[in-house]
């Protein structure tokens, strides 16, 4: 019978997949190593780690994941995630990988009560595997991404299917000319400060990560897939955006304005120059807007996907029993 390995540290899973999980290898950014390298230890340093690992011939499967508390799991992931979920590497195919999937699920079995897994895309193939393995699962709607498939447009034909609302702010925004807009694609020390003024006079909390948001620019930087655009009056940067480009997606990641701007609107003819570019000049052809159901977002967009949350419960542990019923509960009143 395959057992699978479990590491507690990220070296002890650096040193047993070297580079097979790095940008070369693997084209979702959430996916990959040097992701979870660094947002563990500078988001969520406090909670312990497991990762699982099963192999089987030449493929295999991997969970990473927290130990928050005593026999409980949830996905390595925060509101930075745009998604979660298993990573297969040697291109497995389904049947694979449900076999992989399960054999890590039986496993966690033996000492788990519960896991909690968000944010999902594709819950299927990964609840369809528990279950078989013997867990009790409760598959829940939780939030959404708005994506923009550009299927071959320029910017110009995409801007002319906006809201006539939108059309209308920008344009006579624009025509104030009050603000300088940038984009760049280097990291610098004073481009880094001008994002964190910006975040500070925003409408928004204290940016709790704001070193995780450093070291992933500056390493998105020097791939060249960092996209960190400005809107500046007088010089002075008021409104941000933080933007990824590769494998023909963008995915904006940050975005903020000084609130001290709402008039001039800043961030809407910011994220006017941002599409612009990504479109025209990257030629992506889908842009992400990330987790979360704003408003705003529909103005931009054409899609929304829904995300999923799965609870999954082992009907072994009595301790399971009432988290699992309130659950279901709070999964049937939505």
């Known amino acids: 019978m395959l057992v699978p390995r479990e590491y507690r ?12 999980m790095d940008r070369a290898h693997i084209d979702s950014l959430f996916d990959r190593l040097d992701w979870f390298e660094t947002l563990h230890p500078l988001c ?37 995630s745009f998604a979660w979920s298993p990573i297969f590497l040697g291109a ?106 910006v975040q500070a006079h925003s409408w928004k909390a204290p940016e709790p990560g704001l070193n995780f948001l450093r070291a992933m620019a500056q390493r998105e930087s020097d791939a060249g897939t960092l996209r ?7 010089g002075r940067a008021v409104a941000t955006q933080l933007w990824t480009v590769e494998h023909g997606t963008a995915l904006i990641h940050k975005l903020a304005h000084d609130s001290a701007q709402d008039e001039g609107s800043p961030g809407t003819l910011l994220s006017h120059a941002m599409f612009a570019h ?19 977002k529909r103005e ?4 929304r996907i829904p995300l999923h949350q799965i609870d999954l419960f082992n009907p072994r542990r009595a301790s399971s029993w009432i988290p699992a019923a309130r659950t279901c509960i709070s999964a049937l009143v939505g």
């Open 278 to 296: 990504a479109i025209d000049q990257d030629r992506v052809a889908t842009i992400d807007y990330g987790t979360g159901d704003n408003d705003y």
């Open 300 to 303: 931009w967009m054409d899609e």
């Open 92 to 197: 497995p195919d389904a049947r694979q990988q449900a076999r992989l999937l399960e054999n890590i699920a039986r496993h966690l079995l033996r000492e788990q009560a519960q896991i909690n897994l968000y944010p999902l895309a594709l819950p299927g193939p990964l609840i369809g595997a528990f279950r078989r393995a013997g867990w009790f699962a409760v598959q829940r709607p939780m939030g959404g991404r708005y994506l923009l498939h550009v299927d071959g447009r320029d910017f110009a034909s995409y801007w002319a299917q906006r809201p006539g609302r939108l059309r209308n702010q920008v344009r006579r925004k624009a025509r104030q000319g009050r603000y300088d807009l940038s984009i760049h694609d280097t990291l610098t020390d004073a481009l880094w400060q001008d994002y964190v003024d």
């Open 9 to 20: 540290t990220l070296s002890e899973v650096r040193s047993a997949i070297g580079g097979r």
């Open 228 to 234: 960190l655009g400005f809107a500046r009056l007088d």
């Open 44 to 80: 969520l340093g406090d909670t312990p780690l497991r990762v699982f690992q099963q192999t089987e011939d030449a493929c295999e499967a991997w969970l990473f994941l927290l130990a928050p508390s005593a026999r409980r799991l949830t996905a390595l992931a925060n509101w930075y």
